[in-house]
């Protein structure tokens, strides 16, 4: 038996056949995710959303070419961002993505940001039970920073992009998986916060109903055959399943964005996030940890004068890599946090000696940096670790050697390497084989 996988995320939206005998994830097909709306102010990221749906259905249509006779659609989703639907469930707002920045701006007539504001209007119990979640980009920042702009229409219906492309396609009203609503569900009582909307300016709002990952929530027509489609799940809950983690598994993933997270059976809020999980199983998350993304930075001051002279560097990260093998920081410190993140937002480099201030020297030193912060992050989970076993995924450490020995120098647990590179993809075949059995 096969079915579809789809992710949308933020870079590419791709999607692969998901064969369930054999548990493999064949041909893929991907197209672009379509670029932020030109004209907008500094830090805004706004994004057609009808452009989404029509890139959707192309990888969509092609996998079908592929595999005609698919029975299912499985989605995954960018997390964070947001986009109202009116009664029709047609847009009044363009997608307003996760890496929207605008609630870091003064909010009206007030001297914080809008974020921290925000903040305030909540008690630490309501805080507690949203997760601890409030990012920049999460969707009820998004929808704090609409009302308080006069441009929240009441009786909307807020939805991710993920939902909005499933109901489109099955021309059907939109559902989220409670993967979807960080920050927004009450993990007390599983259903929305509609206390915190209040304290927030955001009541009045016509929330999409809860779907579970098995139910069924519309149906996408191709040449007279209806394939099941399912509600979208989050990225992160999608990639994390699709490694197999455990209870009694840290994980670490090292990629471009970059996260450690256990799975909880009970509602356990520590010094970090918590976000739903599946079966009713909870997700403590610390995310936004400098990785790859920060990398970049790097490597792209560093090829800087040979892109201005013309010359292109190919395998620059190979290069990368080579010198961190036989190189160490010689005193050198590289905070990566050059992104408002887990670690703060003062990204630096200290220490600098004529002697340190090398390729090698600057990675290992950022190398450090990353260890360092996964094992800082894993305490705010828990300061009496439960897990008995690190599973680490994430292209970073097979990239870099060097990376993935600092790692095993500063936990004291075995390591489980995950080389999966469909880490998303698998994570919808092994939910739809489970739906199956």
Request: proline share 5%; hydrophobic share 40%.
């Amino acid at each position: 038996m096969r079915c579809i996988g789809i992710d949308i995320g933020s870079s590419s939206i791709k999607g692969g056949i998901l064969n369930l005998e054999s548990g493999l994830v064949e041909h893929t097909e991907k197209a672009a995710f379509p670029g932020q709306l030109p004209g907008l102010p500094a830090g805004f990221h706004e994004v057609d959303p009808q452009a989404v749906v029509q890139c959707t259905r192309e990888v969509l249509c092609k996998l079908l070419q592929a595999a005609p006779a698919t029975a299912q659609v499985r989605f995954t989703s960018q997390m964070g961002g947001i986009l109202l639907l009116d009664a029709q469930h047609k847009p009044v707002t363009n997608y307003l993505s996760w890496r929207d920045q605008r609630s870091l701006l003064p909010a009206p007539g007030r001297s914080i940001p809008l974020i921290d504001q925000l903040r305030q209007a909540w008690n630490d119990q309501q805080f507690e039970e949203l997760g601890k979640e409030l990012k920049p980009g999460s969707a009820i920042t998004l929808l704090c920073w609409l009302a308080q702009h006069q441009q929240l229409p009441r009786q909307t219906m807020p939805v991710t992009i993920g939902d909005y492309v499933i109901a489109s396609i099955c021309n059907a009203p939109p559902r989220m998986h409670r993967s979807h609503g960080i920050g927004m569900i009450n993990l007390k009582t599983s259903d929305w916060h509609h206390d915190a909307f209040a304290a927030a300016g955001i009541d009045g709002l016509h929330w999409p109903a809860l779907a579970t990952e098995s139910e069924t929530v519309g149906h996408f027509t191709n040449n007279g055959q209806q394939l099941e489609c399912f509600a979208a799940i989050g990225d992160q809950q999608a990639a994390l399943f699709g490694i197999d983690l455990s209870c009694s598994e840290l994980s670490i993933n090292c990629s471009t964005g970059s996260q450690v997270s256990q799975i909880t059976a009970q509602f356990q809020p520590g010094n970090c996030q918590t976000r739903c999980w599946f079966d009713g199983q909870f997700l403590n998350t610390v995310t936004h940890i400098p990785a790859g993304r920060s990398l970049t930075v790097l490597e792209s001051l560093l090829t800087e004068l040979p892109r201005a002279a013309g010359i292109s560097l190919t395998n620059s990260w190979q290069l990368i890599a080579e010198a961190t093998e036989h190189s160490a920081a010689n005193g050198l410190s590289c905070d990566l946090s050059f992104f408002s993140g887990a670690m703060g937002n003062q990204g630096r480099i200290e220490n600098i000696t004529t002697e340190n201030l090398t390729v090698g020297s600057l990675f290992c030193a950022a190398f450090d940096f990353m260890a360092d912060s996964y094992l800082e992050c894993s305490n705010r989970l828990s300061s009496s670790p439960s897990w008995n076993q690190l599973a680490v995924s994430g292209g970073l450490v097979q990239a870099f050697p060097a990376l993935r020995r600092r790692l095993a120098e500063r936990f004291a647990w075995p390591m489980r390497e995950v080389a999966e590179q469909e880490e998303t993809l698998t994570g919808l075949l092994k939910l739809a084989r489970r739906t199956a059995s």
